[in-house]
């Protein structure tokens, strides 16, 4: 992203609604980002190419709370 990484949004979004649920999607499976993402609370780290069922069960989870 040009601005900031997913990362930072995800920071801003915790700080200013901590009760969202957030899952990222990418382009690239950097498993250092991964850990990063779902350490600090991601509901999921999606690396693209996905089926659409792995992210409905996401999406599920994330809904559910």
């Known amino acids: 992203m ?3 990484s ?3 949004v995800k920071a801003c979004l915790r700080r200013d609604s901590p009760e969202t649920q957030i899952i990222f999607m990418s ?3 950097d498993p250092s980002v991964r850990r990063t993402a779902l350490d600090a609370g991601a509901v999921a780290f ?3 190419p996905f089926e659409d069922d792995v992210m409905l069960q996401f999406v599920r989870k994330a809904v559910a709370g």
Do not use: I, W
């Open 2 to 4: 040009p601005v900031m």
């Open 46 to 48: 999606l690396a693209k």
């Open 6 to 8: 997913g990362l930072e």
């Open 27 to 29: 382009g690239r499976d």
